[in-house]
Structures are given as structure tokens and as C-alpha cells.
Nanobody
């Protein structure tokens, strides 16, 4: 099995910064795309940023220029550096990873448990 463990959420004032981390562990052969998504109260989960195994990135328009996604393939970890945070960034942030498992060499999508980010005005 594969687990994704997130950390780094919290409460921050508008204009501040936070760094989220998500480490994958378990029966991992390799990890393809990794990403961050968020869900605010009463809203659908939305894409924040994704990164391929080769380092190509994609961002939602609302975070472009403020957030940076990166990954450490040796540590099976993806990061999200969030700068210039706004109250509208308040949400539960989830990491996601497309993982090829060692047992069957089949790719599955996994989700983390979520970490709360709250930005006060």
C-alpha cells in the first residue's frame, strides 16, 4: 500500500507564507505526476498546482506567481511554497500522486488526508 503524509498547514496573516510538504511511502516503484488541490467550505475541490516527474509544472491562474510547486524524487516528496497568501486561499489542501506500485507495476492515484490552511485578513 501507499500512504501520503502531509504537513505544514496552519494559520497565517494575509501577505504571509507557508510551505506544505507531502511525503509518499509504501510499495512504490515510481511516482509520475504529483500535485496539490484545495477545497474551501461549500466549494468543490480544485487544482492548485501539478508537477511531472521531469519537473514540468502547471498552476491555477489564481495562484500563479505566488505559489511554487517542487519535488524531491529521491525522497518521494512534493512541496508547495505559498507566498503572498490571501484570505481566499483558505482551504483544506490535499496532495495527490500517481504511483506505480511495485507489486503489480500498476499505476494508482493516491490522496493525502489534507492539511488546513487558514489566512486571516
Amino acid at each position: 500500500q501507499v500512504q501520503l503524509g502531509e504537513s505544514g498547514g496552519g494559520l497565517v496573516q494575509a501577505g504571509g507564507s507557508l510551505r506544505l510538504s507531502c511525503a509518499a511511502s509504501g510499495t512504490i516503484f515510481n511516482i509520475n505526476n504529483m500535485g496539490w488541490y484545495r477545497q474551501a467550505p461549500g466549494k468543490q475541490r480544485e487544482l492548485v498546482a501539478t508537477i511531472t516527474s521531469g519537473g514540468s509544472t502547471n498552476y491555477a491562474g489564481s495562484v500563479k506567481g505566488r505559489f511554487t510547486i517542487s519535488r524531491d524524487n529521491a525522497k518521494n516528496t512534493v512541496y508547495l511554497q505559498m507566498n503572498s497568501l490571501k484570505p481566499e486561499d483558505t482551504a483544506v489542501y490535499y496532495c495527490s500522486a500517481w504511483v506505480v506500485v511495485t507489486t503489480t507495476r500498476t499505476e494508482y492515484r493516491y490522496w493525502g488526508q489534507g492539511t488546513q490552511v487558514t489566512v486571516s485578513s
